[in-house]
């Protein structure tokens, strides 16, 4: 399901800025996870825009269907 896949990245990335926030990761660390959360918020985005068409669609079907 969409809406426990986008939680879990939320708390995912989460999760990373606060290792980042921390100061305590070598570059390198960080480079890494900085690749991670950005897989995981373009993730988020494609099920957000997933929501998003579905909603267009909805609005844009005859009423009573």
């Known amino acids: 399901m969409d809406d426990e896949k986008y ?3 939320i708390h995912g990335i989460e999760e990373i800025i606060s290792e980042l926030d921390a ?3 070598t570059p390198e660390e ?3 996870l900085f690749g ?3 897989g995981l918020i373009e ?3 494609a099920i957000l825009n997933s929501y998003s068409r579905t ?3 909805m609005s ?3 009423a009573g269907t």
């Open 30 to 32: 960080a480079k890494k």
């Open 23 to 25: 100061g305590k990761l």
């Open 7 to 9: 939680f879990d990245n």
């Open 55 to 57: 909603i267009e669609e």
């Open 36 to 38: 991670t959360a950005k």
């Open 60 to 62: 844009f079907a005859p």
């Open 43 to 45: 993730e988020c985005e």
